[in-house]
């Protein structure tokens, strides 16, 4: 009976064993175990797919941060002394860029372990490895949309305190041209809401006097041509207003990409001028 329990302690283990292998394996997380003592690891396949190694090579923490970039070398190192110090907790955590051994290709790795401690001192660190490069892209684009929704704060503050409006021209590949953003104060300016110009900029278009109408085209095309800031006086047919001046001292945004589909797109401010110091 004995005999038996213990085959069936055996099984379990074996089975809980193949359970966590599974689970490390699904989740893409490579393990490490370090002999501080003999300077040597044993590493998972798992990590060394992440890392880029060969099946043979011998794997130590020098090697290790010789792939780091070099920003992330110190601070690694310091994370394992810290580590293997046994006046501290044993804990290792670390966060660094590498530099893949096989293509040189930079991932973003976040590294776990414990050490263990005999006679104070260490003999043994294992740990985790976890590709995080998504992780930390996501973070930096969510960071990008953080800092520009602020910045569009301060814009709309400003632009609110100016005689005119700020609007996004362009022009797609068949030359429709459209006002993806417009200020609050569009309408004082061109006569038409922010949401009637976001996809379809044409009626604005239609109101540029038609004395004015084709210099206005041959300025926005030769300013798309040569990547050059677009700066123009005209008049327009306000829909509620008659006749103004708008000026528009504009900023060419992007490069023309001249194969197909490509578009141009222009943000500027239009303050309007009154009428009787121009006719």
Same mark, same amino acid.
């Given at each position: 009976? +004995? ?6 302690? !055996? ?13 490390? +394996?699904? #989740?893409?997380? #490579? ?21 880029? &190694? ?10 290790? =941060? ?24 044993? *804990? ?23 050490? =263990? &401690? ?34 569009? %704060? ?31 104060? &569009?309408?004082? !300016?061109?006569?038409? @809401?922010? %949401? %009637? !110009?976001?996809?379809?900029? +044409?009626? !604005? ?20 041509? @040569? ?5 123009? %006086? ?5 829909? *509620? ?39």
């Amino acid at each position: 009976m +004995a005999r038996r329990e213990g085959k069936g302690d !055996v099984d379990s283990l074996q089975l809980a064993d193949e359970r966590l292998r599974l689970a490390i +394996a699904a #989740g893409g997380i #490579g393990t490490w175990d370090y002999d501080p003592v003999a300077d040597a690891a044993e590493v998972s396949p798992e990590l060394r797919a992440m890392f880029g &190694f060969e099946e043979d090579r011998h794997i130590t923490p020098e090697v290790i =941060f010789s792939m780091l970039a070099e920003g992330d070398r110190s601070r690694a190192r310091k994370a394992l002394r810290k580590a293997l110090d046994p006046e501290g907790d044993g *804990q290792y955590r670390a966060k660094y860029r590498i530099h893949r051994a096989n293509d040189g290709e930079e991932r973003w790795i976040s590294s776990i372990g414990r050490a =263990f &401690f005999s006679e104070s001192k260490a003999v043994r660190l294992i740990g985790t490895c976890r590709d995080i490069t998504d992780e930390v892209s996501m973070e930096r684009l969510l960071s990008e949309k953080s800092r520009l929704a602020e910045q569009l %704060e301060v814009m709309a503050a400003c632009v609110a305190a100016i005689p005119g409006t700020i609007a996004s021209l362009r022009h797609s590949a068949d030359g429709k041209p459209s006002f993806p953003y417009a200020s609050d104060n &569009f309408p004082s !300016v061109f006569g038409f @809401t922010p %949401e %009637e !110009v976001r996809t379809n900029g +044409a009626p !604005v278009f239609a109101c540029n006097h038609p004395d004015d109408k084709e210099r206005i085209s041959a300025s926005i095309a030769e300013s798309a041509r @040569t990547l050059s800031t677009w700066r123009e %006086e005209f008049r327009y047919d306000h829909p *509620q207003k008659g006749t103004i001046w708008p000026f528009a001292p504009s900023a060419r945004a992007g490069r023309r990409n001249r194969l197909a589909r490509s578009c141009s797109r222009y943000h500027g401010a239009k303050a309007r001028r009154g009428r009787a110091a121009r006719q």
